[in-house]
């Protein structure tokens, strides 16, 4: 099992930029395929970004692409998400994830990610960007 924890959010103008950070405890990191999904106001909680477990491979929603970047730290057990040209549509909860995906293909291991399938969660950092 692993615990996870959320922080780096917090009140940003648009286009303005944010780092999350993602903390995780317990064993075998580096066996997870992490992420992170948001959940805005009255809205179902979505699927963000994803990195494998080595770090070479990522995958992130269409409406993010080429503003944010997921990354990991395996020697820390951290995971990032860096938030560039942020637009108030970004508002929302994030939350980091984690999903044991060992035995899986890469591919098969960012499909797992996306629908969050048996992930475990953190508890969750508000980021707010203003117009």
């Known amino acids: 099992q692993v615990q996870l924890v959320d922080s780096g959010g917090g009140l940003v103008q648009a286009g303005g930029h944010l780092r999350l950070s993602c903390a995780a405890s317990?064993?075998?990191?580096?066996?997870?395929?992490m992420g992170w999904f948001r959940q805005a106001p009255g809205k179902e909680r979505e699927f963000v970004a994803a990195i494998a477990w080595s770090g070479l491979s990522t995958d992130y929603a269409d409406s993010v692409k080429g503003r944010f970047t997921i990354s990991r730290d395996n020697a820390k057990n951290t995971v990032y998400l860096q938030m560039s040209s942020l637009k108030p549509e970004d508002t929302a909860v994030y939350y980091c994830?984690?999903?044991?995906?060992?035995?899986?293909?890469?591919?098969?291991?960012?499909?797992?990610?996306?629908?969050?399938?048996?992930?475990?969660w953190g508890q969750g950092t508000q980021v707010t960007v203003s117009s």
């Open positions: 994830a984690a999903a044991i995906t060992g035995g899986l293909t890469t591919q098969q291991a960012m499909g797992v990610m996306r629908r969050g399938d048996n992930a475990y």
């Open positions: 317990g064993r075998a990191f580096i066996t997870y395929t």
